[in-house]
């Protein structure tokens, strides 16, 4: 018999105890050869012991003993607690969730802020949260309550996964000593542009909403641009800047604003407020043909096209996607003009669903 065949022969009787003569049935003490003598280390990292040493009669077997992590569910940051959701959600469900958190290694983890609409199926209170490092995969949560009893709800686009406390995320993650993981990863988190943003509450509508106020009819507050969408964008033949709070396209600027959902018809037909709300633009974050983007319209306007802008990858490069709500794929915005002009006839396979330009 081979020293691999006899060890796995020996091994499983003795599994439940940590120091045992080596028996061979009812035969007496067997006595282990000579060169299986002296100390064993495993690497498999799913074995339960990491040692075991071997001497003439006797298997020394020294358990794996992995530190639990300590992980408090109390007082936890806004961006501890984006980490925390994205590595529960990485370990409990993978799939799209598991590709965030290793596409985070690369890249930031961005949270964008989706407003709900009547159609919506979300459970929870106020926002989506939409968890981004890079590549649009609908990794999203919603949230109900505060504390540790708050109650995350996991989604990839709209499917429903499941639920959580904080508390039990807390407790999963330390069975599996994450702290090192979170530590690094909280570190990474921007939310709805900023890194110091509230992700933790019911509805953060009034960090941005609510502030700088102007006193046109219906704006509710001012529009904050998600950091990793803010720069300047380039396509074949023009260029848009995105800054904090405003897009700037060929020299033109345009404030960016929430609107308040009772702006009513006969406001946006003055022509008072028409005239004074010719740079400012009715801004939110929206979800359109499985892309989640900033979506913009005129400040009056009813009818007609809106455009959502959508942050995607293409070459190993970040895109910004200019998508009509009623005619598709209308252009993509690269972050250096030489690579607009090297792409700017490429159809890209993935994009062809949105019909405009990718699919001509």
């Not at 936890?76 to 958190?101: C, D, F, H, M």
């Not at 002009?341 to 019909?355: M, P, Q, V, W």
Request: charged residues 20%; positive net charge.
């Amino acid at each position: 018999m081979s020293l691999v065949a006899l060890f796995l022969v020996i091994v499983p009787v003795l599994a439940t105890t940590q120091k045992v003569e080596a028996a061979w049935g009812n035969l007496g003490v067997y006595n282990m050869p000579s060169k299986m003598h002296g100390t064993w280390v495993s690497r498999d990292k799913k074995s339960v012991y990491n040692k075991i040493r071997i001497t003439k009669n006797t298997i020394t077997l020294t358990h794996k003993h992995k530190a639990k992590g300590t992980l408090s569910a109390n007082d936890i940051s806004p961006q501890e607690n984006v980490a925390l959701i994205t590595v529960y959600a990485a370990n409990k469900y993978r799939g799209a969730w598991q590709s965030t958190l290793q596409n985070a290694e690369h890249s930031s983890l961005s949270v964008s802020l989706i407003k709900r609409d009547d159609s919506s199926n979300y459970r929870g209170q106020g926002y989506i949260y939409e968890v981004n490092a890079g590549k649009d995969l609908q990794t999203r949560y919603t949230l109900q309550g505060n504390g540790s009893s708050q109650k995350i709800f996991l989604y990839q686009g709209e499917r429903y996964l499941g639920i959580a406390t904080v508390k039990q995320i807390v407790r999963f993650l330390n069975k599996i000593n994450c702290d090192a993981e979170i530590s690094h990863l909280q570190k990474k988190v921007t939310i709805g542009g900023s890194s110091s943003s509230n992700a933790s509450a019911t509805d953060d509508s009034k960090n941005d909403a609510q502030t700088n106020k102007s006193d046109i009819p219906g704006d509710v507050g001012i529009f904050t641009v998600p950091a990793n969408y803010r720069g300047v964008w380039y396509s074949n033949d023009s260029k848009m800047e995105l800054t904090a709070h405003s897009m700037i396209v060929n020299g033109d600027k345009t404030q960016l604003h929430h609107q308040a959902s009772n702006f009513s018809e006969k406001q946006r037909q003055s022509r008072d407020i028409q005239d004074k709300t010719m740079h400012i633009a009715a801004t939110n974050m929206t979800n359109i043909n499985g892309f989640s983007g900033i979506f913009i319209a005129g400040w009056c306007q009813f009818a007609g096209e809106k455009t959502v802008y959508a942050l995607h990858q293409e070459k190993g490069q970040p895109v910004l996607l200019e998508i009509g709500t009623a005619g598709g794929l209308h252009d993509v915005m690269w972050r250096s003009p030489q690579l607009a002009r090297k792409y700017a006839h490429t159809k890209f396979a993935d994009l062809r669903k949105l019909g405009g330009i990718a699919a001509e």
